[in-house]
Antibody, heavy 120, light 106 residues
Framework: EVQLVESGGGLVQPGGSLRLSCTAS????????MHWVRQAPGKGLVWVAR????????SYADSVKGRFTISRDNDKNTLYLQVSSLRADDTAVYFC?????????????WGQGTMVTVSS | SYELTQPPSVSVSPGQTASITCSGD??????VCWYQQKPGQSPVLVIY???KRPSGIPERFSGSNSGHTAILTISGTQAMDEADYYC?????????FGGGTKLTVL
């Protein structure tokens, strides 16, 4: 089955860190750009970061630059997001998403999301 | 930074046509995608490359993009189409989402 499964979320204190994981199955993981998108409770979708299939190109939203790190292990078919220096406004469901092969293809596969709650 | 603007809410009667707009500077020169998200669920891609439907998306969903505005149109709207809808475009290496539109089928 073609799917993405996130894990690693939880409750963390302000200033703390977590590593989120997204395990892919059913498709050639290394062939795709992958993204992290987050959604605060009751709010809209916000793009966080992206990484090319071979890991050679990475981009971040300004709001997380310097605090979050996206990476991938193609041997393990797994995408990661290291989240550090967490703040209350980082509280959100974090989704991983697969980008299509061509420009404008969109995010055609999403995980179920993992919740990160930043609170003391 | 690039911004996409959507109306917060749109209402439509069952069987009628719903139009959801997404506005941005010279948006017509960029590809736009649309996502549907129902409560408690992950987003689902309903339109890509401005006007293409992924496999499994009903024909009543269509899209257009010109000038500064992209439009998602749902013809013959059904109760099951009630959801939040988000537009999405690229700004060089950055991805941008619109703020989302809650579609209510009255």
């Amino acid at each position: 089955e073609v799917q993405l499964v996130e894990s690693g979320g939880g409750l963390v204190q302000p200033g703390g860190s977590l590593r989120l994981s997204c395990t892919a199955s059913g498709f050639t993981f290394k062939a795709y750009w992958m993204h992290w998108v987050r959604q605060a409770p009751g709010k809209g979708l916000v793009w966080v970061a992206r990484i090319k299939g071979d890991g050679s190109s990475i981009s971040y939203a300004d709001s997380v630059k310097g605090r979050f790190t996206i990476s991938r292990d193609n041997d393990k078919n797994t995408l990661y997001l290291q989240v550090s220096s967490l703040r209350a406004d980082d509280t959100a469901v974090y989704f991983c998403a697969r980008d299509g092969h061509y420009s404008g293809d969109g995010f055609d596969l999403w995980g179920q999301g993992t919740m990160v709650t930043v609170s003391s | 930074s690039y911004e996409l603007t959507q109306p917060p809410s749109v209402s439509v009667s069952p069987g009628q046509t719903a139009s959801i707009t997404c506005s941005g500077d010279k948006l017509g020169s960029r590809y736009v995608c649309w996502y549907q998200q129902k409560p408690g669920q992950s987003p689902v891609l309903v339109i890509y490359q401005d006007d293409k439907r992924p496999s499994g998306i009903p024909e009543r969903f269509s899209g257009s993009n010109s000038g500064h505005t992209a439009i998602l149109t749902i013809s013959g709207t059904q109760a099951m189409d009630e959801a939040d809808y988000y537009c999405h475009a690229w700004d060089t290496t950055i991805v941008v989402f619109g703020g989302g539109t809650k579609l209510t089928v009255l």
